[in-house]
């Protein structure tokens, strides 16, 4: 650029670089407040947060909360004997001493804790004097052989096998319902917040590990949602030894990139800035970090490297004829600000549009990310251009500019025949039967939510999903349980009218495929009715007499609430997968359409089950309103900026044709559209059209200057296509480091990510000229001035 654009500086650019000393303190000053509420953030997440609150499923369960003994929250411990049977006098010894140390952990809710030594666990027999019960494991009981066999006769008679005993009498589980928050026990007026970390950690110690060092024969395993929460923010804490891996690959690369230490020093610092500025301002508004938000501050750091790189390669390309650091800063300000304010615009955009997902964790994903690519407008578009105002550039890499400059690029002359005219039609063919191939594959074969059983966001060799499995093998209840409420007037829930709709639910289910079994106060009374007729079979059946119905469901302890108004009817699943989930659903709501009236209801749904039925489905509405949301506010920004509907398809088409492979990709590697893959659609495009941006920005200037397509794209790939290919890798890299996380959804995120970076930066070197020999007439934009916002 000559000397007369020197009286061209805008406002901002004069504001800014008259102003340096301050725009640098000011930058500093808020960098140290920031660091320090960084270093308070920690890692938080609640299990309200993980679930779709507005959900009619969650709603009713949040209703019926108090009735239900918490089935949402409980984690299941279950003990075992390696040699043996759990009839020895050690092994109940050590059971006792685990019921006793995890009634004392905070957060446990006592009054619902359940194991063989509970009082609450009884069992009942027939004699001919009527009804005998009592504890399963007596007052009597003093570990000699006969107070054993006593206790093995009271296990079988008590109706707990499968339940908390395993079907081989080798283990039995303790029950631990928690509590979200709790009073503290040293201020009662004071609520705590359960900490999912700690009371994961306590678990480890003080039961796990104690306990099996105590007693070798002992083996314990730990399964519930705390628990694997608890796992995951173990897990989430390697991510920073990731980050630092990531800094120090792109730290080479960058170096190799600008041949300049001190403007690779420069682009990471102020990178790093953002990091730390994003942290500090979502402690600010009081976020923590949870399992999803921890991918934020990586994201930010590659969007900002990946503007660095814009502002370093422009910076060595004006430094080769500018007289100093700070003419070649301000010529690059002026030129680059633009493309860079608005790709980051199309980016938070592209974030934001995740809030209408009805859940707090990619809420606040959303809300992280936004205030993140916002700090990058400060710290890369306007701090960096300071900082190396000041600094400059090395000797070397304007020499080297300058040599590109003036040389011939086989590379690069090679790839602008991606807009040569009989090229660019073979272009267009091949992306367009890809794009209908991968949208064809992805509608048969892409999923909603989980296609493994076990926790799905670690591995399956994880320690949580052996235990997991342990407890699937030995018992008869899984841990994935769905639950229906039936809903009746007070005291009605005992009557007849009441109780046969449920055992016909309860046969409806059990024949469902993917169902275990079920229970509920059903189960009880017919066994009930069965013992009162001196255990004959014919009588397991409901009684249609008021008083043998009241009598026979007075044990039924748990199974409905303190005014008989709410039943719960609980089915155990096989696993949670996508579809074993639909099939229940569907056979319950069907069920309930049909038996609904006055004063009967089938209300779904609670438990970990219903949970995730009802993510699923927000999943799946959300999922299309996301991506057309997306879509059209990125379209809206570029034509804005360039006013050129031909312009603005062709930055879109080459992201749609990711998104679309992207689904294909996730379909074929078995990976199910979730809370976890959710974000990574929008963060793909979003991210993606920086490349885009950049590139047609630099091509419509050359188009402009009158050259041909093809030489135009040549020039173009000249002077930004080093820094998109650059970009491109440096991103797929940075993100790639997550594909080893022992968190499965963090891995397949990462896999995810790096196919969309590297797809989106290859779509825009190879479809964009390709589309523009058809969709822009290089001839109106010749010498016409005004137009987009990049015309001088």
């Known amino acids: 650029m000559s000397s007369h654009h020197q009286d061209k500086a805008t406002f901002l650019e004069r504001l800014i670089f008259n102003n340096r000393p301050a725009v640098i303190t000011i930058c500093l000053l808020v960098s140290v407040f920031l660091l320090w509420q960084a270093?308070?953030?920690?890692?938080?997440?609640?299990?309200?947060?993980?679930?779709?609150?507005?959900?009619?499923?969650?709603?009713?369960?949040?209703?019926?909360?108090?009735?239900?003994?918490?089935?949402?929250?409980?984690?299941?411990?279950?003990?075992?004997?390696?040699?043996?049977?759990?009839?020895?006098?050690?092994?109940?010894?050590?059971?006792?001493?685990?019921?006793?140390?995890?009634?004392?952990?905070?957060?446990?809710?006592?009054?619902?804790?359940?194991?063989?030594?509970?009082?609450?666990v009884r069992?009942?027999?027939?004699?001919?004097?009527?009804?005998?019960?009592?504890?399963?494991?007596?007052?009597?009981?003093?570990?000699?052989?006969?107070?054993?066999?006593?206790?093995?006769?009271?296990?079988?008679?008590?109706?707990?096998?499968?339940?908390?005993?395993?079907?081989?009498?080798?283990?039995?589980?303790?029950?631990?319902?928690?509590?979200?928050?709790?009073?503290?026990?040293?201020?009662?007026?004071?609520?705590?917040?359960?900490?999912?970390?700690?009371?994961?950690?306590?678990?480890?110690?003080?039961?796990?590990?104690?306990?099996?060092?105590?007693?070798?024969?002992?083996?314990?395993?730990?399964?519930?949602?705390?628990?694997?929460?608890?796992?995951?923010?173990?897990?989430?804490?390697?991510?920073?030894?990731?980050?630092?891996?990531a800094f120090l690959i792109t730290l080479v690369l960058l170096y190799w990139f600008s041949w300049c230490i001190r403007s690779t020093i420069s682009v990471l610092s102020t990178t790093l800035i953002a990091v730390i500025w994003q942290l500090g301002l979502m402690h600010l508004v009081g976020f923590g970090l949870d399992p999803y938000s921890m991918l934020v501050p990586f994201l930010i750091f590659a969007i900002g490297i990946s503007h660095g790189v814009q502002k370093i390669n422009g910076i060595a390309l004006q430094s080769s004829d500018a007289d100093n650091a700070l003419t070649a800063a301000r010529r690059t300000f002026r030129q680059l600000f633009l493309p860079g304010m608005i790709a980051i615009l199309v980016d938070a955009v592209g974030f934001i549009t995740l809030l209408i997902i009805d859940i707090g964790v990619i809420r606040e994903l959303a809300i992280g990310a936004s205030i993140g690519v916002a700090v990058i407008v400060f710290t890369n578009l306007i701090l960096l251009p300071v900082a190396i105002s000041y600094i400059g550039i090395s000797k070397k890499a304007v020499e080297r500019s300058k040599k590109d400059a003036v040389r011939d690029h086989p590379f690069w002359r090679l790839l602008?025949?991606?807009?040569?005219?009989?090229?660019?039609?073979?272009?267009?063919?091949?992306?367009?039967?890809?794009?209908?191939?991968?949208?064809?594959?992805?509608?048969?074969?892409?999923?909603?939510?989980?296609?493994?059983?076990?926790?799905?966001?670690?591995?399956?060799?994880?320690?949580?999903?052996?235990?997991?499995?342990?407890?699937?093998?030995?018992?008869?209840?899984?841990?994935?349980?769905?639950?229906?409420?039936?809903?009746?007037?007070?005291?009605?829930?005992?009557?007849?009218?009441?109780?046969?709709?449920?055992?016909?639910?309860?046969?409806?289910?059990?024949?469902?495929?993917?169902?275990?079994?079920?229970?509920?106060?059903?189960?009880v009374s017919k066994q009930m009715i069965k013992g009162m007729n001196e255990g004959n079979l014919k009588w397991e059946t409901l009684s249609r007499n008021p008083d043998v119905l009241n009598n026979s469901i007075a044990r039924a302890d748990g199974l409905y609430n303190a005014d008989c108004s709410l039943a719960p009817v609980l089915v155990f699943l096989n696993d949670h997968k996508a579809d074993t989930l639909k099939r229940a659903v569907g056979v319950a709501q069907e069920f309930a359409d049909e038996y609904n009236k006055d004063g009967l209801e089938f209300i779904l749904a609670a438990g970990n089950a219903g949970i995730e039925a009802a993510t699923n489905e927000v999943i799946a509405t959300s999922e299309l309103k996301i991506l057309v949301l997306v879509y059209i506010c990125v379209a809206v920004m570029c034509l804005l900026t360039f006013r050129s509907f031909g312009a603005m398809l062709c930055i879109i088409l080459?992201?749609?044709?990711?998104?679309?492979?992207?689904?294909?990709?996730?379909?074929?590697?078995?990976?199910?559209?979730?809370?976890?893959?959710?974000?990574?659609?929008?963060?793909g495009v979003g991210i993606g059209v920086d490349y885009g941006i950049y590139i047609y920005s630099r091509l419509e200037s050359f188009l402009r200057a009158g050259m041909t397509l093809q030489e135009a794209y040549y020039q173009t790939l000249k002077s930004t296509g080093k820094a998109v290919m650059f970009t491109g890798l440096c991103l797929a890299i940075g993100v790639a480091t997550w594909i080893f996380s022992a968190i499965k959804f963090q891995a397949d995120m990462g896999l995810m990510l790096t196919f969309m970076l590297l797809w989106n930066m290859f779509g825009a070197l190879w479809l964009l000229p390709a589309l523009a020999r058809f969709l822009i007439k290089p001839e109106k934009l010749a010498g016409k001035k005004g137009g987009s916002l990049f015309a001088h």
């Open 654 to 683: 080459p992201l749609i044709l990711t998104s679309v492979l992207g689904n294909a990709l996730m379909a074929t590697l078995g990976i199910g559209v979730k809370v976890a893959t959710m974000p990574v659609i929008a963060l």
């Open 123 to 245: 069992w009942t027999e027939v004699t001919e004097e009527g009804f005998e019960g009592g504890e399963v494991i007596p007052q009597t009981y003093d570990g000699s052989k006969d107070s054993l066999e006593e206790l093995r006769n009271n296990v079988l008679k008590s109706g707990q096998v499968g339940r908390l005993v395993a079907n081989n009498f080798k283990s039995s589980i303790v029950d631990v319902p928690l509590l979200e928050s709790y009073p503290n026990p040293d201020n009662q007026s004071e609520l705590l917040t359960l900490d999912y970390r700690q009371f994961s950690h306590e678990l480890e110690e003080k039961i796990r590990d104690k306990f099996q060092n105590q007693n070798p024969n002992v083996q314990i395993h730990i399964v519930g949602f705390a628990k694997k929460v608890g796992d995951l923010i173990d897990g989430l804490i390697m991510v920073v030894a990731f980050f630092a891996i």
């Open 39 to 120: 270093s308070m953030i920690r890692p938080s997440t609640s299990f309200e947060k993980m679930i779709p609150l507005e959900h009619p499923f969650i709603q009713k369960m949040m209703e019926h909360r108090n009735d239900l003994a918490n089935l949402g929250n409980t984690v299941r411990i279950s003990v075992e004997a390696k040699d043996g049977d759990i009839f020895s006098k050690e092994y109940m010894e050590t059971l006792k001493q685990i019921h006793d140390e995890v009634f004392y952990i905070s957060g446990v809710d006592r009054s619902g804790l359940k194991s063989l030594w509970s009082p609450s």
């Open 416 to 523: 602008s025949y991606f807009a040569h005219p009989v090229v660019a039609p073979i272009s267009v063919v091949i992306a367009l039967a890809a794009g209908v191939a991968g949208f064809m594959y992805q509608k048969e074969h892409l999923q909603i939510g989980d296609l493994d059983q076990g926790a799905p966001e670690l591995r399956a060799d994880s320690r949580y999903n052996k235990d997991n499995n342990f407890i699937i093998d030995n018992y008869s209840t899984s841990s994935d349980v769905l639950v229906v409420m039936v809903k009746t007037a007070n005291e009605g829930c005992s009557t007849y009218e009441a109780l046969a709709p449920m055992d016909e639910l309860m046969w409806r289910m059990e024949n469902t495929p993917g169902v275990q079994s079920a229970i509920s106060m059903v189960s």
